[in-house]
């Protein structure tokens, strides 16, 4: 926990300096995201990216529920019930099969057939989103790599929804504040007719903390830090366990990763406390 | 030369107040969506363009269209088209202010709309798209009043328009090709991630623009002393054929490679446009009802007697025109959105008022096409009394 907390409050340093604009962070990672490439390319810049460890998740039913209710609550992101004409989100789950349906799963494991998995923008490497912007109102920061948005700019054109090929962002078809109950003045609401998606808690990371969604997970369901930083928390998971993306054939580079390892291979799994239903080896 | 769109008699003026009155509504649901939000269409966070945007990209084809008589007339020198150039670029004028219309009524946040220059972003192909359009706007405006002010007075057009005429041809054919890359350069839409987009909007543009041109033309003839000429209708027809047929080649192309790869992304989109998706058959009908019309104009267009007959050449002309508007004024955008990025299908259907505020706009560019006709045909003393 101790090392966890000290990596990530040098990286909450760094993106601080990155908020600030100039800094030599952004003068010498600057290269990454136009050759769509990331850890290698920019080995000296931080790169944000969280690993979603969809093994730990099938521990906790409602964990991923937390999530969504922390983030929209830290963000004001307003609830209209059941209108998903108008529906807002940062964050959501959908099942397995669905957040990576370009992957076809078939015969799946039993822990990973149906589960709810956490979708959010991926602040990709290479992002077509802040490509088509008319106006750079959305954008990718040089210093830490997440994909920004400007809502004092956006004309709300919607061209970056229409690019983004996750369905990571949802616009303002009316005024949000009608379907938020109560407003956490820490942060602002949004106006009508402007585009908004997750933007990695930047607000958050300046004051030192973590993410909320990854701050509800107490036992690293979420991980998050520099890919860059071949110590980092998500560069051990990545390199110990298997991890997929959503789309990654497009060469959008997306930063949020997925462990669907078995869950059996976590160390403090008895082998006999597998996920609830799971009945022993009956995965394909 | 304005002056002369502000008298006319009591028909002219009975018309006129018709469509105003059509205005007066869609302003009104306007000012409503202003209030509200684009909440009271029917887009949502699956499906962010829909009917505007298709109106916009219908119409990008209509404005560069104007490029099929002004290309014979100035390049190849052919007269028959002399008359008919001023309405092409007329309608040009009226079907670019629409577009841009459309994208405006489109917009969450109007009042910024500035930034785009504010802010220019060549990486953004609006960007480029509000240039040309912009740009040809520009154009077609200057042309048309110098060519028809000079043959006010009588007199032959400055030499210094030409180069610009002829920079209003390749001009014509980038509108609709940056409007076709909007949408063709998106890893997200397999529907319209195709190199035959670019190509396939010209096709249609040029046989749905043309035929617009030859009924308008008729019309025009109708209720005034103006005569295109037979030979400059037969030459339409002609034009509006070849592209109809290519257009109809294109759309095969387009399914070959779709259907025949059998990649599901890309099938799917044209399940959902066909035979409808999940229980989603929306646009099912309408879908075949465009290739009715299709089947049905190429039957009377390549056919000499029925394309040289002009009754039965408004027929065909009516059926390229709606057939093409099915196709791109309501399949082509709607398409690409279902199903959604995650395979999921999802519903869309304009509202009442967004079905409003698209009439009003068309309204729009019908009242600017009257009045920019009546000027020419004042002009040229071709008025009846
Ligand atoms: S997930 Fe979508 S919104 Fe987020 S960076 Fe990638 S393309 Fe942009
Ligand atoms: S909706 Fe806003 S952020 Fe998105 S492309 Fe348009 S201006 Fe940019
Ligand atoms: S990183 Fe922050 S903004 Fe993004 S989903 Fe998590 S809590 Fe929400």
Redesign the pocket.
Known sequence: MDGSRREFLKLAGLTAIGATGASSVRASGGASSATGGHAEASSDGVRLAMVVDLRKFSRDGSLAERCIE??HR??NVPDFGDDPKNEVK??WTEDFETAFHSQEFHFIREDLKGKPTLL??NHCDNPPCTRVCPTQATWKRDADGIVMMDWHRCIGCRYCVVACPYGSRSFNWKNPRLGLEDIDINFPTRMRGVVEK????EERLARGQQ????EVCSNDEIVFGDLNDPGSKVRQLLAERMAIRRKSGLGTQPEVYYVIDDPRTLQEFAPAAVVDGAEGGDHA | MLEKALSGNRTYWTWIFFLLAIIGAGAACWFWQLNVGLTITGLSRDVVWGFYIAQFTFLVGVAASAVMVVLPYYLHNYKAFGKMTILGEFLAIAAVIMCMTFIFVDMGRPDRILNVFLHPTPHSMMFWDTIALGGYLVLNILISRVTLSSERRGIAPPKWIRPIIILSIPWAVSIHTVTAFLYAGLAARPFWLTAILAPRFLASAFAAGPALLILLALIVRRISSFDPGREAINKLAEIVTYAMILNVFFVAMELFTALYSDIPEHVHHFQFLFTGLEGNSTLAPWMWLSVLLAVVSLVILINPATRRSETTLILGCIAVFFSLWIDKGLGMVIAGFVPNPLGQVVEYAPTLPELTISLAIYAGGVLIVTGLYKIALEVRGQMKA
């Open positions: 922390a983030c830290a963000h940062w964050i959010l923008c997750c933007t990695f808690c993410p909320a969604c990854v």
